[in-house]
């Protein structure tokens, strides 16, 4: 069906608003900028094509989000049924709050998460995160960018609330050594140990 | 949870709610139970308390990631396009 003028505009209009989380999403999944840019441009243009089958009134945003998570898969990611399996340490329970105990960051601060992450930046936390499976990454870029309910992620990436919930979980745990590496690698620990 | 009368959780049982719990995805029931052993209990507060700091911080600063005006300029140019086209076809 053919669009009437002024549809494109309406359509950025409703675009808008979400386009920095939907771009937030699209780094978090790409991991870099250019690749982002494509896959957002790539959503909208999805979109724009099926925004006959939008149903006025329901959620844009999740729609949208959708379409985009459709997309990543399609581009670089065959979805799995299965998600990945991930083993995960013992050592890993608690893994920020220990490390930071043992460099006495707590002893020092009434804010440790504060100084952990004070220096670090979005490039850096987003290297982190990409070091996660693809699944676990997946639900970790919605639960980052928005304050998303796990039944909404659940929704946005078509599977089970219960998924969304152990991906998160466990997603969680293995990305707190990543960070710790990065506090690590950029002497973050050191510099605060050197200060006491 | 089990629904029998459960008025106190251990350290053990509050643990394994931290992450439903810092991410508001527990029951209203089982929720006032956790907090009334984090009331009590300056170890598990001070456990929940730094992992929730950990995710808000990290949140904070991936939310304020700028979208390129590149980007903006793209799609309004690709959107146009397409409209023309559809129109033209018409």
Known sequence: MGKANGTAKLFEAKLEPILGTAYGVALRLTRNPSDAEDLVQEAAVNSFCGFHTFESGTNFKAWFLRILTNAFYKRYHKKQNEPEMVDLEDDLMLYLYNRTCEAGLHCTSDNPAEILLRKMDAKQITTAIAELPVEYRVAAAFYFMEEFSYQEIADIIDCPVGTVRSRLHRGRKLLQKSLWQVAEEQGIVAEHSEAK | ?90
């Open chain 2, 1 to 90: 949870m089990n629904s029998k009368m459960i008025d106190q959780l251990t350290c053990e049982e509050t643990f394994r709610h931290l992450d439903d719990f810092i991410d508001r995805e527990l029951s209203e029931e089982d929720c006032r139970l956790v907090q009334k052993h984090l009331d009590i209990c300056d170890i598990c507060s001070k456990e929940f308390n730094f992992e929730a700091d950990v995710w808000s911080v990290v949140r904070t600063k991936l939310q304020r990631t700028v979208v390129p005006p590149s980007l903006r300029e793209k799609l309004s140019l690709v959107l146009q396009e397409i409209e023309c086209f559809e129109t033209d076809i018409n």
